[in-house]
C-alpha cells in the first residue's frame, strides 16, 4: 500500500491503529525448550515473520530486523556495572531505549550479566545475586543475560539508530530463562498514540528456555513501544526461585523488525 505524501501525520496514526487490542492483526509465535538448539525452529520461524536480514548495528533501512543478544556488551558496562538506558540507541544504535515501570533509586537502571573471564571476576548468569541463578539460568546465545534493576516489567521505546527520531516496529520477539508461570511472561505493544495494541502471555519451561514474538500481519499497524514482564520478583539474593511463589526469570534474546520513522512510512509506503 502506497500512502501519498500529502497524507499528513494525524491521517497516518490514524492509518496505523484503528482497531481495538483484541482485533489486532497479529500473530503470537511461541515455543520452549530445555536447550538452546531446541528452541532454534522457533526463533528461526520469527525471524521469516519479520522478513529480510539481521541489519546489525547503525545506519536505516527499509526492511528487515535488529537483534540484541547482550554478547557485544563490553565488561565496562556488565555487572558489576550498569548497561546504559540507551545503549542500543547510542554505543551500538540498532534504535531501542530502555526505560522502567518502577520508580526510586533503581529507575531506568538494567544490568547485563558478566562473562567467564570478567575482570572483577563477578559470577555469570547472575549468580552474584544468588548462586542458585547460575544454575537455573541458561543461555540462548552464550553467554551474557539481560535484567533490569529493582523491578520485573520494563519498556522498550524505539528510534530510527542513532537519533531521537520516533519509530515503530512490525513485531518483537523475546527469550526468557527459566519461566514457572505464564503470567510471568508477557509482552505489550501500543501503537504511535499509546493505544494498546496486543498482549501476549508466554510458555512454561522451568531451567529451560522460553520464546515469545508478536508479529503485525496487517502492515499498517505498527509497534512502537513494548511493556516487558519477566519474573514476579527482582535478582536479589534473598529470592529463591520457585520457592513461596517467587519466579525469577532472565532475558536473552531481542529480536524486532526494523525500526521505521513516521516520514519513512509516508515516503515509501507500507511493505
Request: hydrophobic residues 45%; glycine residues 12%.
Amino acid at each position: 500500500m502506497k500512502l501519498p505524501v500529502a497524507i499528513g501525520l494525524v491521517t497516518l496514526l490514524t492509518l496505523l491503529m484503528t482497531a481495538p487490542a483484541a482485533d489486532a492483526a497479529s500473530v503470537v509465535r511461541r515455543g520452549t525448550a530445555a536447550t538452546p538448539a531446541a528452541l532454534q525452529a522457533a526463533i528461526d520461524s520469527f525471524r521469516v515473520d519479520l522478513g529480510g536480514v539481521n541489519n546489525g548495528v547503525g545506519g536505516t533501512f527499509r526492511s528487515g530486523r535488529r537483534e540484541i543478544n547482550w554478547d557485544g556488551v563490553p565488561d565496562s558496562f556488565a555487572l558489576p556495572n550498569n548497561l546504559p538506558f540507551n545503549f542500543f540507541n547510542s554505543n551500538s544504535p540498532r534504535g531501542v531505549v530502555f526505560s522502567t515501570l518502577e520508580a526510586g533509586s533503581a529507575l531506568n537502571q538494567f544490568m547485563v550479566s558478566a562473562d567467564g573471564d570478567n575482570p572483577t571476576t563477578t559470577p555469570v548468569r547472575f549468580g552474584n545475586f544468588n548462586a542458585s541463578y547460575a544454575t537455573a539460568f541458561q543461555t540462548f546465545s552464550a553467554e551474557r543475560l539481560f535484567h533490569l534493576r529493582g523491578g520485573d516489567t520494563m519498556i522498550l521505546t524505539f528510534f530510527l539508530p542513532g537519533t531521537n527520531i520516533p519509530a515503530s516496529v512490525s513485531g518483537i520477539g523475546v527469550v526468557y530463562a527459566d519461566v514457572d508461570a505464564s503470567a510471568n511472561v508477557r509482552l505489550i505493544c501500543f501503537d504511535p498514540d499509546g493505544q494498546r495494541l496486543v498482549g501476549a502471555t508466554g510458555d512454561v519451561q522451568n531451567n529451560g528456555l522460553s520464546f515469545l514474538g508478536v508479529f503485525f500481519t496487517s502492515p499498517e499497524e505498527r509497534c512502537s513501544r513494548v511493556e516487558i514482564r519477566a519474573g514476579n520478583v527482582d535478582l536479589v539474593g534473598g529470592a529463591a526461585d520457585g520457592t513461596g511463589g517467587v519466579d525469577v526469570i532472565a532475558l536473552d534474546d531481542f529480536i524486532y523488525g526494523e525500526p521505521r520513522s513516521v516520514d519513512a512510512l509516508l515516503r515509501d509506503g507500507f511493505e
